[in-house]
C-alpha cells in the first residue's frame, strides 16, 4: 500500500511538472538555434568563428583587443582570454608563424624571470603566464589558465596568427 501511495505521488508531481515546462515556452516559438531542439533554458551551441583569416591557424591573437584564443578548424574552442603584448621598441609584430617548442617551466636568460607554460612561436616570443595589466617585452603574457590551456593544445609545427 505504501509503494502505491508513493507512486501516486510521484505521478502528480510529474505531470505538474510536465505540465510547468509546457507553459515556459509558446507554442510556434522561434528554435533557440537552426537545427537544434526548442528547449527552455538551453542556450544557443553554435561555435563562434575565429577572428583570424587563416583557418589552419590554432591560434589567434588581436592586438587591438588585447585577447586571444585557441582555434580548431576555422572555430573557437577556447577564449577569448586577455593578453599583454610587446611594448612600443618591443612589439609583438603580426605574422604568421609556427610553435617551435614548449617548456613547461623556462628560464628567460635575457629577462632573468620565469616563463611558466611557454609555447614558443616567432622566434624567442612565447605565450607564457605572467601579468596582463602591463606589456611585455615581446611575448604574449597570460592568465595562469589561459597559459595553461594554450600549452596543453598546441603542439610543436601548430599555426598561429597575430592581427591587428
Not at 588581436?62 to 585557441?70: C, D, G, V, Y
Not at 605565450?127 to 589561459?146: A, I, K, L, N
Request: aromatic residues 10%; glycine residues 10%.
Amino acid at each position: 500500500m505504501r509503494i502505491l501511495g508513493f507512486a501516486a505521488r510521484l505521478a502528480a508531481v510529474s505531470g505538474v511538472l510536465i505540465a510547468g515546462f509546457a507553459t515556459i515556452a509558446p507554442a510556434g516559438a522561434e528554435p533557440l538555434f537552426p537545427g537544434g531542439p526548442d528547449i527552455p533554458g538551453v542556450g544557443s551551441v553554435v561555435p563562434t568563428p575565429s577572428p583570424c583569416p587563416v583557418t589552419a591557424a590554432r591560434a589567434c591573437m588581436r592586438l587591438s583587443t588585447q585577447e586571444a584564443w585557441l582555434v580548431d578548424n576555422g572555430r573557437v574552442v577556447f577564449g577569448p582570454t586577455p593578453i599583454a603584448t610587446g611594448m612600443p621598441g618591443y612589439e609583438t609584430p603580426p605574422a604568421v608563424t609556427q610553435i617551435s617548442f614548449k617548456r613547461e617551466f623556462h628560464w628567460s636568460t635575457m629577462h632573468d624571470a620565469p616563463m611558466r607554460w611557454a609555447t614558443f612561436f616567432n622566434g624567442d616570443m612565447a605565450f607564457h603566464v605572467g601579468p596582463v595589466d602591463s606589456r611585455s617585452h615581446g611575448c604574449v603574457r597570460m592568465t595562469e589558465d589561459g597559459a595553461h590551456r594554450f600549452f596543453d593544445y598546441l603542439k610543436p609545427g601548430d599555426i598561429t596568427q597575430v592581427i591587428d
